[in-house]
């Protein structure tokens, strides 16, 4: 036996069962690193869940299951017209259900306990404002890094924005000029009389034992929330949040599971479940996801508070299409119009592909968000 078939043999036996729901380049580089063969499409693995599985025989078995739309999803709490009490009684079974699935029951709990120990890193002054990077403590175990970015000059109290980047952008992202789909939205929002908060939202590594992806990524955002109310320079009552693509995503889930938020900006993200099995990361789904809801069902957890979703006609034709927008957006309507406010949650289609549509993003929140 050759030594890299050996090496090959010993990884298999080690490693009985894997499983994996990873993006297509994140498969390949591993097949890259264990036998450096790679001959697969991107193609072959977008919108699959697999099992890897090492037999003691070495041989190599990749199964594909059947993703849960296949399977026939069930989507048990599907919001259905009814009165607001009763409307707000759905919403509060949905979170709760939502946040066991996420594993952060625990963490809700207890968060006032949770101390930030915040440190300033460094401080840069830039035209009109200030930049600040801020060492936070997320989890008793675990410190995050956010931007934050303050007018120059504050006579009272001002309205927050919490920002989400999308795949591969950081919290730097919305300040960059090269970042061209982000419109520096950071830096005009700071110019328009906002706090800002931008923080390393993460991408596809979990960093705590027993916790889930997604809840992680929405716990760290739920503490930019709950910082930003311990500043003297914030309304607390006048926070609101953005983003684009996976931040779209982000913004949905922090404005549906924290009631704080008070108006939404989720660009380049509404869509429906079906489409985002095909031609995406799968990072968006876990376990039990499909079978309670599907995307409008968790948009409907922010009513009755202002939603801006934003499309744009330019879309690749396997995206986040107009048309599949208008479709989720027919569904988010009927909790609005059960509350009395569906003018609250409007599609903002823009001539644009996958990028934020900067004066309707800065008039929402103006506007929503004015004392």
């Known amino acids: 036996m050759g030594n890299r078939t050996a090496r090959v043999a010993i990884a298999f036996i080690m490693m009985i069962s894997i499983r994996c729901f990873l993006c297509p380049a994140h498969v390949k580089q591993y097949f890259r690193e264990v036998s450096r063969e790679a001959a697969w499409s991107d193609s072959a693995f977008y919108g699959r869940q697999f099992t890897m599985r090492f037999p003691l025989t070495g041989a190599f078995q990749l199964i594909h299951h059947a993703s849960t739309a296949e399977a026939g999803a069930v989507r048990t709490m599907r919001y259905t017209p009814r009165s ?63 931007a934050l970015a303050e007018p120059g000059r504050i006579e009272h109290a001002l309205p927050a924005v919490v920002c989400v980047h999308g795949h591969g952008g950081n919290r730097f992202t919305p300040f960059d000029p090269g970042a061209r789909e982000y419109k520096l939205c950071g830096t005009k929002l700071v110019r328009n009389g906002f706090v800002v908060i931008w923080a390393d939202i993460g991408q596809h590594e979990v960093y705590e034992k027993g916790r889930a992806l997604m809840g992680e990524r929405l716990w760290d955002l739920m503490r930019c929330v709950s910082y930003l109310e311990t500043l003297p320079a914030v309304d607390a009552k006048r926070i609101g949040c953005a983003g684009l693509s996976f931040g779209g995503e982000m913004a949905m889930w922090l404005a549906a599971m924290d009631e704080r938020i008070e108006a939404t900006v989720s660009a380049g993200f509404l869509t429906l479940m079906d489409q985002m099995e095909q031609n995406h990361c799968m990072c968006w789904k876990f376990d039990g996801l499909r079978q309670l809801v599907d995307f409008p069902d968790i948009y409907s957890l922010v009513a009755p508070r202002p939603l801006q979703c934003q499309n744009g006609l330019k879309e690749d034709s396997t995206q986040f299409t107009v048309p599949l927008a208008r479709k989720a957006m027919e569904q988010i309507h009927v909790i609005y119009r059960d509350f009395g406010v569906v003018q609250n949650a409007v599609l903002e289609v823009h001539d644009g592909g996958h990028e934020i549509a900067l004066e309707p993003l800065l008039t929402f929140l103006s506007e929503r968000l004015a004392k």
Request: hydrophobic content about 40%; glycine content about 4%; charged content about 35%.
């Open 84 to 146: 607001p009490d009763a409307a707000r009684v759905w919403q509060q079974a949905v979170r709760n259900e939502l946040f066991e699935h996420l594993r952060l029951a625990e963490l809700v709990q207890s968060r006032e306990s949770i101390p930030f120990e915040a440190r300033v890193t460094k401080t840069e002054k830039r035209d009109g404002f200030v930049l600040k990077d801020i060492q936070l403590r997320s989890t008793r175990g675990r410190l995050i890094t956010v």
